[in-house]
Nanobody, 120 residues
Framework: VQLQASGGGLVRAGGSLRLSCAAS????????MGWYRQAPRKQRELVAA???????NYADSVKGRFTISRDNAKNTVYLQMNSLKPEDTAVYSC???????????????WGQGTQVTVSS
């Protein structure tokens, strides 16, 4: 199983970016999916998460600006980031709780990080 993230880049404050993360490989089902970020000299934090059924959870710092969504048919999670601020600058990583075989147990998988840089 692999998670492939894309969509990071450099943007001015107030701008927008859309991150995507596609899961591939031997997948039976995907439970929760989410995005985390880690800025220099800071701990990794949860940005947003979404259940298979579409329930969402956001960090207070991004509420109203970021939207997480997923396409279960494509095994993909998205993060639409609007009104970006310099403090959103970080490496963003996707995460998914994946059941590869049924019956079995699910495991956490991580995508490679993608850099988001917001200039002032």
């Amino acid at each position: 199983v692999q998670l492939q993230a894309s969509g990071g880049g450099l943007v001015r404050a107030g701008g927008s970016l859309r991150l995507s993360c596609a899961a591939s490989g031997n997948i039976f089902s995907i439970n929760d999916m989410g995005w985390y970020r880690q800025a220099p000299r800071k701990q990794r934090e949860l940005v947003a998460a979404i259940t298979r059924g579409g329930s969402t959870n956001y960090a207070d710092s991004v509420k109203g600006r970021f939207t997480i969504s997923r396409d279960n048919a494509k095994n993909t999670v998205y993060l639409q980031m609007n009104s970006l601020k310099p403090e959103d600058t970080a490496v963003y990583s996707c995460n998914a709780d994946i059941l590869a075989h049924y019956p079995g147990r699910s495991y956490d998988y991580w995508g490679q990080g993608t850099q988001v840089t917001v200039s002032s």
